[in-house]
T-cell receptor, first 111, second 116 residues
Framework: QKEVEQNSGPLSVPEGAIASLNCTYS??????FFWYRQYSGKSPELIMF????GDKEDGRFTAQLNKASQYVSLLIRDSQPSDSATYLC???????????FGIGTKLQVIP | NAGVTQTPKFQVLKTGQSMTLQCAQD?????MYWYRQDPGMGLRLIYY???????DKGEVPNGYNVSRLNKREFSLRLESAAPSQTSVYFC???????????????FGPGTRLTVL
């Protein structure tokens, strides 16, 4: 089992819809959870960080964390074509400074 | 601020050749990282340096060596390149808060390496 699992997609949603991206992780000791966005040919950039159970909202983005079920999700409301990118889930494994990345979910927002 | 810079941006090597990828950050970050990214594999950690003077292996260290030259610079060396090392290489840095904190990694633009 991979430490951080994501569906590679592509996930296609129409413009204006809610995109839901999911991520599960294996280490119950994980404490920090990140969502990075990566446009094609570019480097990843952080869009959300969460460490407490529950929801964290930032503009059109909401991160949801459920440590008991070991999953973290990212919701993108009112999806725009500019949101089309690969979204990488990253988890701080076991208290170390390094994180483990999932393979990423490719999101396509259809105009 | 330039953030994280990497050189070169593109490189083509022949099997058995060696090269060093350079990375520098101007954010006074403590930790630096080298990743490779391959289709379907995501970002995989090669080596990291939690602080100046220390380096540790990541998930895929075989065939690579690193040097943390100073707080700003972290280089990755391929001693004898192999076709399996064809990949996109990213350097990243972070301030490295204690575990449980927001430890955002800032990435360089990447180096696209092809080994023939």
């Amino acid at each position: 089992q991979k430490e951080v699992e994501q569906n590679s997609g592509p996930l296609s949603v129409p413009e204006g819809a809610i995109a839901s991206l999911n991520c599960t992780y294996s280490d119950r000791g994980s404490q920090s959870f990140f969502w990075y966005r990566q446009y094609s040919g570019k480097s990843p950039e952080l869009i959300m960080f969460i460490y407490s159970n529950g929801d964290k909202e930032d503009g059109r983005f909401t991160a949801q964390l459920n440590k008991a079920s070991q999953y973290v999700s990212l919701l993108i409301r009112d999806s725009q074509p500019s949101d089309s990118a690969t979204y990488l889930c990253a988890v701080n494994i076991g208290g170390y400074q390094k994180v483990t990345f999932g393979i990423g979910t490719k999101l396509q927002v259809i105009p | 601020n330039a953030g994280v810079t990497q050189t070169p941006k593109f490189q083509v090597l022949k099997t058995g050749q060696s090269m060093t990828l350079q990375c520098a950050q101007d954010m006074n970050h403590n930790s630096m990282y080298w990743y490779r990214q391959d289709p379907g594999m995501g970002l995989r950690l090669i080596y990291y340096s939690a602080s100046e003077g220390t380096t540790d292996k990541g998930e895929v260290p075989n065939g690579y060596n690193v040097s943390r030259l100073n707080k700003r610079e972290f280089s990755l060396r391929l001693e004898s390149a192999a076709p399996s090392q064809t990949s996109v290489y990213f350097c990243a840095s972070s301030e490295a808060y204690l575990a449980g904190g927001r430890d955002e990694q800032f990435f360089g633009p990447g180096t696209r390496l092809t080994v023939l």
